[in-house]
Structure formats: C-alpha cells, structure tokens
C-alpha cells in the first residue's frame, strides 16, 4: 500500500505570492491533518479534514486555509506569503474517524524570500 | 488548555545502552492516546508507539515500552538496546478522542554513540 504522498516537495516563493500544497493519503484513510514545523515553534497544528469537512483548525491567521476532496486528497493553500511561513509542512493521514494514530508524509519544504 | 511538555531538548547514549525519554501533559479528558513518534533526520515521522488512556498495561514494541503514569499525567519512553538507528527527534504526542486535533511536545534530539 502507497504512503501519504506531498506535492511538491520542495517549493520557493517569494513574499506576497500565495501557495498550494497537496497531500494524498494513504488509500482508505478518511481523516488528513496539516501541520507546519520550524525549528523555533516545532510542530503545530494547522487543520484537520475528513470526508470533505474541516472538523478541527489551529491557531493559524486566515491566510491558511484548506479543503478536501470526494477521494480524501487534501490541499493546503497559504495566501500572501510571509517570510515567517518558511517551513516545512506535514500531511498525515488516518483511518480512524478518532484520529489515532496518524501516518505523515515526507513534507513539502517552503521557502519564501 | 491541553499541553504536551518534553523537558529533555536533547540526549545521547551509548550503542546497546537504554534511555528514557520523558513526557507530561496536561488535559481535562478522559478519554484519549498518547504517542511517540520518531523524526529521524531528513527523514519522513513514522510512529513508535501508542497508548490508549483507559488501558492500564503499558505498550510495548520491541526494544520500545512506554511508562505511563495517568494520574501523573506522565508517559515516558523506554528505548533498550540503543542502536545508531535509533538517533532522531522524538516527539510525544496527545490527542483526545473528540478533539480531532493532535498535539505535539517540542521534542527530544537522541543522538545513540558508537
């Protein structure tokens, strides 16, 4: 069985500029979360999906947002691009509709300059 | 406010030794999980181990066993038999079953010495 696959996986933005990212779970998982990790705030929560509805969101500005579609992929897309977004952003997937244990992708590395 | 605290920001020990790295958290719930998962470096986060609340045996995987302490709010991992594989982040994670939301602690650097 594939693994939970990203898109693209390294990126380079400039202020201002907006992104997507993609994530594609692991077949017959339901439930996708993001989040953003950087050295200085280590890993946090972004948001959270599953079939088709954001059921949770982190302490992000509205500049994040998200979506999923009919087959459980998931977009993250980040409007007006800060210096501050440089991170690298993780998918995670899992079956459970609790969550439980969640399987990560290898990460999408954004820089923006 | 849940919360996850790692105290150890990093570590070392020696190849075939054991270590314990250490976790608390902090949550009103009842029913939840606990994990550990492991960063290795430029590598992808895979899961080490997991811990259901209500149950009060610890996990075990392999050289990996977990303390947990509910009362305490404690949930330690035990790595035996060090291996230089084992060198990573590890990060302890919580999430409470209607929350949908997982927090993590800020991690832990284990270097493992040959």
């Known amino acids: 069985k594939a693994g939970v696959t990203q898109t693209p996986r390294y990126l380079i933005k400039t202020r201002g500029q907006q992104v997507t990212l993609s994530c594609s779970p692991i077949?017959?998982?339901?439930?996708v979360s993001w989040y953003q990790q950087t050295p200085g705030q280590g890993l946090q929560f972004l948001f959270e999906y599953f079939s088709e509805t954001q059921r949770n969101k982190g302490n992000f500005p509205g500049r994040f947002s998200g979506r999923q579609f009919s087959n459980s992929r998931s977009e993250m897309n980040v409007s007006t691009l800060e210096l501050g977004d440089s991170a690298l952003y993780l998918c995670?997937?899992?079956?459970?509709?609790?969550?439980?244990?969640?399987?990560f992708g290898p990460g999408t590395r954004l820089t923006v300059t | 406010a849940q919360t996850v605290t790692q105290s150890q920001p990093e570590m070392s020990v020696q190849e075939a030794e054991t270590v314990t790295l250490s976790c608390t958290y902090d949550t009103s719930e009842s029913n939840y999980y606990l994990f550990w998962y492991k960063q290795p470096p430029s590598r992808q986060m895979i899961l080490v181990i997991r811990q259901e609340a209500y149950k009060q045996q610890n996990a075990t995987e392999n050289r990996f066993s977990v303390n947990f302490q509910k009362a305490a709010k404690s949930f330690s991992l035990k790595i035996s038999d060090s291996q230089l594989g084992d060198t990573a982040m590890y990060f302890c994670?919580?999430?409470?079953?209607?929350?949908?939301?997982?927090?993590f602690g800020a991690g832990t650097r284990l270097f493992v010495k040959a």
């Open positions: 994670a919580f999430i409470d079953t209607g929350g949908f939301k997982t927090i």
């Open positions: 995670a997937s899992s079956r459970d509709r609790s969550m439980g244990e969640q399987y």
């Open positions: 077949s017959g998982h339901r439930s």
